[in-house]
C-alpha cells in the first residue's frame, strides 16, 4: 500500500452519523476502503470524515471524495471534513472543496 495507513475507526453514532477516522497518507487505497463504507451506509444522514492524523491527501483521494458527494446526495450530501491540517486544507482550498464540503 506504499505506506498507506487503514482507515483506523468507522462507526455508526446516534442520529445517522457515520464517523470515519483516517491516519497517514490519504491516496489510492484509503479512498477505496472510504467507498466501502459510504457504499454500506447508504442511510446515513450525515457523514463525518476525521482528517486530523491525516498527514497527505493525493489527487485521487480528492477525486474519490468528489464520487462520494455524488453517490450520497450531490448537493443536498452531508458531508463534513474536519480537522485537516494545514497542508492538506490548502489542498482541499486549492480544489475549491470548501465550495462543496463543509470544511471544519
Do not use: C
Not at 46 to 66: K, P
Not at 78 to 85: M, R, S
Amino acid at each position: 500500500m506504499n505506506g498507506e495507513k487503514e482507515i483506523i475507526r468507522a462507526s455508526m453514532e446516534e442520529g445517522g452519523v457515520l464517523q470515519m477516522e483516517l491516519r497517514g497518507r490519504f491516496g489510492y487505497a484509503m479512498g477505496i476502503q472510504l467507498r466501502q463504507l459510504w457504499e454500506a451506509h447508504p442511510d446515513a444522514s450525515e457523514y463525518r470524515i476525521d482528517l486530523s492524523q491525516v498527514s497527505m491527501i493525493e489527487s485521487s483521494a480528492l477525486g474519490m471524495l468528489m464520487l462520494m458527494r455524488q453517490q450520497v446526495g450531490g448537493e443536498n450530501a452531508n458531508i463534513i471534513l474536519v480537522g485537516a491540517n494545514d497542508d492538506v486544507m490548502w489542498a482541499l482550498k486549492t480544489a475549491l472543496f470548501d465550495r462543496l464540503f463543509t470544511l471544519q
